[in-house]
Nanobody, 125 residues
Framework: VQLQASGGGLVQTGGSLKVSCTAS????????IGWFRQVPGKEREGVSC????????YYAESVKGRFTISRDNAKNTVYLQMNSLKPEDTAVYYC???????????????????WGQGTQVTVSS
């Protein structure tokens, strides 16, 4: 199982980025797929998660109303559209497979099952 996150970059506060998650040699549509982020020296933070059917996505409180997760199973890709970015959103973003997304707002996105290399998102102030 190999996942690849891409699309990160440098953006100013208030800007937008769309990161993508693709998979090689397996179909994503059977999996819940989520995004988590990590800053060196800090704990990983679950950001968002979407089930195989795409219903009722999960969002961390810190990104609600700003981030949107979506999936295109025909393209074997999951996206995270990030708007109104803030400096505190700066991190390496990873996509991962999950048995299921959190069922409640207070649920945890860990442990993830598989994840690959992340993509750096930097928001300048």
């Amino acid at each position: 199982v190999q996942l690849q996150a891409s699309g990160g970059g440098l953006v100013q506060t208030g800007g937008s980025l769309k990161v993508s998650c693709t998979a090689s040699r397996f179909a994503l549509d059977y999996y819940a797929i989520g995004w988590f982020r990590q800053v060196p020296g800090k704990e990983r933070e679950g950001v968002s998660c979407i089930s195989g059917t795409g219903r009722t996505p999960y969002y961390a409180e810190s990104v609600k109303g700003r981030f949107t997760i979506s999936r295109d199973n025909a393209k074997n890709t999951v996206y995270l559209q990030m708007n109104s970015l803030k400096p505190e959103d700066t991190a390496v973003y990873y996509c991962a497979t999950y048995t299921a997304c959190p069922a409640t707002d207070s649920g945890s996105m860990f442990p993830a099952t598989y994840w690959g290399q992340g993509t750096q998102v930097t928001v300048s102030s």
